[in-house]
């Protein structure tokens, strides 16, 4: 039984512009919000991992992620909370290299945690090949969607695990 989805950020539920922080840059990927009504219908919980090397290359702050962050809730009607984003600040290239940023499995696993769920239980939505190997190392069902095209079928592929 699912009971958790996660959503990498960039390119999944906003359009990536490139280290995205401002307010002004906001822009949902096509269908994301139909996917959210249909997490809130389902009454399903829902986070966030997501690699924000835009902080530890100081391009902006935490508070500015979160500020971030809480307007693109808002956007997809979802309620926000700090503690339901699993983050990775650092920089991309570091050595060596932190535990937490994706492909590792760290940000799921902290998810998973938090919501007292299994692996089993999740689904992990994402764009990129790191977010799937993140899903597979951590043990959980992955989603890929194409930015350029959105969640054009996501909401049928999530049914689809739901009724394994």
């Given at each position: 039984m699912i009971k958790l989805i996660i959503f990498d950020r960039d390119d999944t539920l906003n359009v990536d512009v490139g280290f995205t922080?401002?307010?002004?840059?906001?822009?949902?990927?096509?269908?994301?919000?139909?996917?959210?009504?249909?997490?809130?219908?389902?009454?399903?919980?829902?986070?966030?991992?997501?690699?924000?090397?835009?902080?530890?290359?100081?391009?902006?702050?935490?508070?500015?992620?979160?500020?971030?962050?809480?307007?693109?809730?808002?956007?997809?009607?979802?309620?926000?909370?700090?503690?339901i984003i699993a983050h990775c600040p650092h920089p991309r290239h570091m050595t060596p290299r932190c535990k937490c940023r994706k492909p590792s499995p760290f940000l799921l696993l902290k998810l998973f945690s938090h919501f007292n769920v299994t692996p089993a239980e999740s689904i992990f939505i994402g764009d990129r090949e790191t977010d799937k190997e993140s899903a597979e190392r951590a043990g959980c069902y992955f989603i890929s969607i194409d930015p350029s095209v959105g969640h054009f079928d996501t909401i049928e592929r999530i049914k689809s695990i739901q009724e394994l």
């Open positions: 922080h401002d307010l002004d840059d906001l822009d949902l990927i096509k269908g994301a919000k139909d996917v959210c009504e249909y997490i809130r219908k389902e009454n399903l919980l829902y986070g966030v991992a997501t690699n924000q090397s835009g902080i530890g290359e100081k391009y902006y702050t935490v508070d500015k992620m979160h500020e971030f962050n809480k307007a693109l809730f808002n956007e997809l009607n979802l309620v926000y909370s700090k503690d």
